[in-house]
Structures are given as C-alpha cells and as structure tokens.
C-alpha cells in the first residue's frame, strides 16, 4: 500500500493523463481490431485499428477506412463510447487528478485552476467535474432527441433515425466529427436545420468548459447585473466568435468566383459557415474539401491549427493563445508595457507560455510536414499540410488521403493528433523531469533581436 | 532652419532608416530604366526595373530579368554601387543616425547599441562606423583579386576576368547574390577553390558586423586571453555555424537517394555545404534549385526564413532570434526560471522581442504566400513558400519562378524583401506613432493558456 501510495504521488500530473490517454487507445485498438465489431468479411489491419482508435480517443474524426462499411452496430456503440471518453474522460480526468495528488502541483497552479473556474473553492472541484459531465450528456441528449425525431423523414425506421442521431449528436458535441452516413455531412448539404443544430453542438463543445459553467452560473445567479465572467470567459468566447466569423468572411471572399461561383448566396453562406465553423475542431463537412481552392485549403490549415478553446473537446494551439500572441504583438508594437484587454492586464507568464505553446506547435507540425513529405512524396505539400493541421487541431477535415497514406505517415499523424490533443504544454512537461531550483543567477547582458 | 531641424527631430529613427531605403530603391528603379544601361534592343517593364532596384538595395538576389543579358558594363557597375549601398550602407547609416538623432532614442537604447558593440563609448561610433566601411572594402578587395587572378583561367581576357571578379566579390560579401555569368555558380560546381572563396565571403558578410569588430579587436588585443567577447558575438555566431552544419548534414541526408545519387560524396558534400552556406542569406547557387525533392525544398525555406546574423547584410528573424527562442522554450519545459547561457541569463525584454519578431515574420509570410497563391494559382504552393521565403531571407534563391509572377506578385515580394531587410522590428516600429506612457494599471488576472 505504501509503496503503491508513493508510486502514485511519483506520477506526475501530467504523467497520469498521457498514461490514461495510452491506455484508452491501447484497449480502444484492441476493442476495435476484433472480428465482432466489424461488418461481415471485413478484415482491418492492426495500424488502421489503432488510427481508428487514436482519432476516436482524440475525438480527430480523420479516418483510415469508412466507418459504416468496416464497424457493425456493437462497432458504432463502442466507437460513442470512445469518442465520450476521449473527449469529455480526458478534460474530466484531468480535473480529477489535480484533486487527488493536488500536494504535487503547488498553490500557485491549484489557485489558477479555481480561478479559471471562477474562482470555485477546491472542495467545489467534484461536484464541477460531475456538473461538466451532466451538462455535455444533456447537451447530447437534447441533441439526439431532436436530430432523432428530424431524421425521420431521412430514413426509414425510427431505430435507425434513432442510431443516426444519437451517433451524430455524440460525434457533433465531442467535436470527434466521425460520421456513419460514409460521406459526412453531404447528404445534408441543402438542409439548414439540421447545420445549424450541428452548429450549435460543435460550438457547445469546443467553447470550452468553464465557458459553460459560467453561463450557467450566470443564468442562475439572483442578481446578473453584478455577476462578471472571467478574463478566461472574455477572451475565449470573444476569439472563437471572431475566428468563425473571420473564417466564414474568408472563405465567401475566397470561393466566390471558384466553388461557389453560380450556386445561390445563402447556399454559398451556410457552406462557408459550416466549415469555418467545423475547422474549429469539429470536422464534419457539408461538402468535399477537394473542392475548395488552394488558398482556402491553406487558410483551413491555419483555422486549425489554432482549433477549439482550451479545456474543451478540441485540440490546436487554443484560442487564448491565439489571442494573447495578437495581443501582446499589438501592444508590443504600440511601445506599451503591459498587455491589457477587459479592464485586466495579461500575466506575464501566460504571455511566454503562449509563445512557447505556438512555437512548440509550429515546430511539431512543420517537422511533421516534412516528414510526411519524405514518406508520402507523391502527395503536394499543400495536401499534407492540411492532413497535419486537420490531425493537431483534432478537426479531423481531410482530402482523402489519410488511407493512402503508408504505415509511417499514418504514425505521424498519430503522435500529432495525441500532442494535439493533450496540449503542448502537457507534452513539455513530459520531458520536463524534476523541476530544477535556480539557485543561482548570472548576470544578464542584452542581445541584438531581429 | 528651426522648421528644418523640428522636422529633422519629428523623423524617427526608424522612419530614417525606411525613408533612406525607398529613396535608394526609387533612385536605384530610375537608373536602372534608363536606356543608357541597357544591352541593345533591351525594353525593361518599369516593374521589373523596380523588382531588380529592391532586389539590389535589400540584397536579396531574386531577379525578373537575366542581368548579363538586360544590363550592360555602366549598368552592372550600377548594380554594383547599389549593392554596396544597400549592404553596407543601411547598416552604416542605421548607426549614424543613431548618433544624429541620438536623443530621440533614449538612454536604454543608446546603451543597448554600445554594449553590442562591445561597449564602445559613444563618441568612437563614428569611428566604428568607418571601421565597419573599410574593413568591407578590404574583403570585397582581398575577394576580388584572389578570384581576379584565378579567374584568367576561365575568362579569356583580364578586363573580363576582373569584371566577373569585382562583381562576385561585391556579390558574396554583402550578400546579394546577383550573378553576371547568367547561371548563378553553377559553372563552378565542380571547382572547390571558388566555392570555398565564396563561402567564406559570404560568412563574412553574413556573421554580422559587431562580431567582425570584435574578432579584430581580439586579434589586436595586448592580452588575448584576457579579452571577453559578449553574448551577443557568442551567441549569434555558435547559432550560424550550427545552422550551416545542420544544413548541410540535412540537405545530404535528404538528396543522398535523390539528386546526389551516383554522385562522388566531395561533391555532393560541396553542393550540400554550399547551399547551406548560401541558404543564411548568400543566394548564390551551384546547382539548379529545382533538382531538389520537395522535403530540401522545405527545409531550405525554413533556413532562409532564419536567415543571417543581426547587424549583418543578411534578412530573415536572424539568428539570435532563433537562438533566444530555442532556448527560451527548451528551459520552460525545463521548469528552469532563467534562461541561462554562456554564463550569462537573457535579458526578459529580449526574450519578448525575439518571440514578436518570430510571430510577426511567421504571420508575414503566412500572409504573402496566401496572396500569391490566390494571384498565382497554377503555381504549387511549395514553390510560392519558397519564393516568399528566399524574399523574406534577403536569400535570393529561386526555382527560377520569379520572372513569371504577375505584376501583384512581384509587388507583394517587393514588400517581403523590403521588411525582411529592415527587420520586423524597425516595421513594427513603423505603426507605433508616439509611445504611449502607461500611467495606469489594471489587476492581472490569469487564463488557461495551450
Ligand atoms: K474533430
Ligand atoms: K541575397
């Protein structure tokens, strides 16, 4: 027990998520590789399974092979389940854990989570977690139950509706962005209700938790004329709307003369809605990205690489980070000191740890990128930039190639979507060992920049 | 004259700096339109006049036009002089105008520059500066006659071979790149003397001008093992040797089964040195860019994205950019508080610069090679980077796609070469306006971050 107890406090924080991280895509593989989830005469190779496995795990949605001609229906109910683990388990866990070996991760970063939270006692922390997971359920039954009831006049048999729903409604509010009609969203390309109830899902779960909680607790709260929402709140929510409104603007701008040329405005409008809306970290789509141009190909990489709010069910550098960078870059250009924004001043610490996330991201993914252009060295550079930013940003949005590719570069989408998905900064720390005391300073001399 | 002076004051310093560059980039496209420095029968666009003018000042390289074929002797002695001008002298006249107008640059600053300067009192600046001209001069001279004599070997007459000469030691040492033999080196691919001669032009004008005073400060030294050189010389020049033996080990790792196979290994290890040499920011070539695979291609845009040193003839972040970057995030997932190096801790402030400096110029090419993949879009976007890149770096290497860009894409890299010679920093400096004092403070309030 002893030595059980002090193996686990040696588990660092951040030890404990990629562990269960790993172990849910070992189980998931295996769950998946088993002859009984498939559809008769399927056979899938052991690297497709844990592709599959991984992308659900990290609620990505890229895929290998098509999902409702590999999986049978006890393959579709574990790959919800999957998905439910991967994207609502993980931002659970890691709530959970910061409670159980709370002792390791010191006063200053338990003071931190409260106050994204809104500054909620510690002892508050289980019953949040539990509130997160009731709301995303909600969410999803809600979800469900109207898709469920719509679909009716898509398919024949209310089970199979049903079966459709459900699986949609999960795959939309996890942002995992899997699909069992075998060609996304298509189908639906002209049918604006059920976008925007997609919409609405993939935005409630990639606007990030805290988001959520504050706006039930705003809705709640006796006088909302004084409740104020959290610097995190402000700028997350402000930074997402921005990006899907920029993304849709931009892709309209873009697409005019080329995909939607001839096709009626608000067709054109809800294509690009949708997908600047999907690049965030949902990944289903309402039309072949192989039409788009190459212009919008790079401005999707580039929406996804910056993917979902942090402490939601997507992957990317985050929005916040995003928005401090901007912010910092902006105010460093004005020749002012401190990064303010809402009536509050940026930390300087989160300042350097967006730096770090966004240069650590662009490192990984342009190594990424040139190792897929060894191995996949017929495919144009364009098209594996779009594949590693699609698996970073766990959006899941694709060409069509990832079946193509071989073995090694299916491994490297792999790692990018498991860092995408934990965060850089997770990532960091695994190699961070035990934390150095500096006990001891140099003097500081400056250097020429740039 | 009070008005004359008032508005001498009112100019920035950076504003200085920039209005020098568009004079000699105006004054530079007029003479090199003239007819009277063209070869017979020439007729040059006023675009592509331009186009050569920005190319020549920021000693990029990247030409529209063939120069043997377009300009004649009065007009490569031209370009010659604008070679030197921009080379050499924006970085002479950076340094005057801070003794000039040095009271509008504040106390930090003024120190800043003679502590990089190796603490130079502020009055040997004029000095220095003349120091820097020279000593220019007598590599460009040294590099001249070395390659004059050895080049009657190749060149029938010795007007000829000293024309080929003068214009190749002007060419390497500050960096331009510009060639009269109308195919870069790549006559000399398999002669090892001029390459070397070359190489080490090219370091030099590359390494940047306070190292090159400091080295000649050590050899002069009564007590040379007493002399300390700073950070900044340590810094910048370990970061540039490491990049060009990175370069180089890459690029032949790269092409080993590619276009170095079957090839001698000196020969291949002298295409591969030279590249990565020329990659910092030379431009020259011994080989056609386009017998390159596209993870080369790559990798050769990230290495000229870098760049040179700072206060060098170079363009791109630099290297002392890259460095503090690197450092920076490899303590951070350290957990180490300071960023200690040569016994010395980096100062906070450039810290910030250099991740201002990498972001602005990420988000600047980001947004140069979108626009040309929408102007030119029958072009593969790996070669666009490429070319925005090369403009970015002052590199000047090409994939020969320059002279069929339309006149918005030769416009848009006049731009990139024109913020990639003055820096981000001096750019970002532009939008400043007055700086603002930050009189007042809000409460700092943390947000998830990655
Ligand atoms: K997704
Ligand atoms: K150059």
């Known amino acids: 027990m002893a030595i059980k107890r002090s193996l686990w406090l040696k588990l660092s924080t951040i030890q404990l998520i990629i562990l269960f991280y790993l172990v849910a895509v070992a189980v998931s593989t295996v769950l998946l590789w088993l002859p009984i989830v498939h559809q008769p005469g399927v056979e899938l190779h052991w690297i497709d399974a844990l592709f599959t496995a991984a992308s659900a795990i990290s609620v990505t949605g890229l895929t290998v092979v098509s999902i409702p001609e590999t999986f049978n229906t006890f393959g579709i109910v574990l790959l919800i389940v999957m ?266 610490e989160d300042i350097l740890k967006s730096f770090v996330v966004f240069i650590g991201a662009l490192f990984l993914c342009f190594a990424a990128v040139l190792a897929l252009s060894v191995s996949e060295s017929s495919l144009p550079v364009v098209m594996l930039l779009f594949e590693v930013c699609s698996a970073f940003g766990t959006t899941g949005l694709s060409l069509g190639i990832t079946s193509e590719l071989s073995p090694f570069g299916k491994m490297v989408l792999v790692v990018v979507m498991f860092i995408g998905r934990v965060g850089i900064i997770s990532f960091l720390w695994l190699i961070r060992g035990r934390a150095v005391k500096d006990s001891y300073h140099y003097p500081k001399e400056r250097v020429i920049i740039g």
Chains 1, 2 share one sequence.
């Not at 995190?232 to 402000?238: A, C, D, R």
């Not at 921005?242 to 080329?258: K, Q």
């Not at 039309?287 to 141009?293: G, K, L, T, W, Y």
């Not at 993917?307 to 020749?335: C, D, F, M, Q």
Request: charged share 15%; net charge positive; aromatic share 14%.
């Open 83 to 348: 998905m439910q683990v991967g994207g609502v388990g993980l931002m659970m866990l890691s709530t959970f854990i910061w409670l159980l070996v709370g002792k390791k991760i010191g006063f200053r970063e338990r003071q931190l989570i409260m106050t994204d939270q809104n500054r909620l006692a510690l002892s508050g922390l289980v019953k949040l977690t539990r509130d997160i997971f009731f709301l995303i359920l909600a969410i999803e039954a809600v979800g469900a139950l109207i898709l469920g009831v719509y679909f009716l006049r898509y398919f024949p048999t209310w089970p199979e509706a049903l079966l459709q729903a459900v699986f949609a409604s999960v795959s939309a509010t996890t942002n995992a962005g899997f699909d069992i009609t075998g060609q996304s969203l298509i189908p639906f390309a002209g049918d604006y209700f059920v976008q925007v109830i997609h919409i609405i899902l993939i935005i409630l779960g990639a606007i990030g938790f805290p988001v959520l909680i504050e706006v039930k607790e705003f809705l709640f709260a006796r006088d909302r004329g004084r409740y104020r929402f959290s610097l995190f709140t402000k700028l997350t929510t402000v930074t997402f709307f921005a990006l899907v409104f920029f993304g849709t603007v931009a892709i309209y701008a873009l697409e005019w003369s080329h995909f939607f040329a001839g096709k009626p405005w608000h067709r054109s409008l809800f294509y690009a809605l949708f997908q600047s809306v999907s690049s965030r970290s949902g990944g289903l789509a309402t039309m072949d990205m192989n039409e788009f141009s190459e212009p919008t190909l790079l401005l999707l990489s580039a929406m996804m690489f910056i993917g979902a709010s942090p402490s939601s069910v997507g992957g990317g550098i985050r929005t916040t980070t995003l928005a401090v960078i901007l912010l910092t870059v902006w105010h460093y250009a004005k020749g002012r000191s401190a990064v303010k924004v809402f009536g509050r001043e940026i930390h300087e």
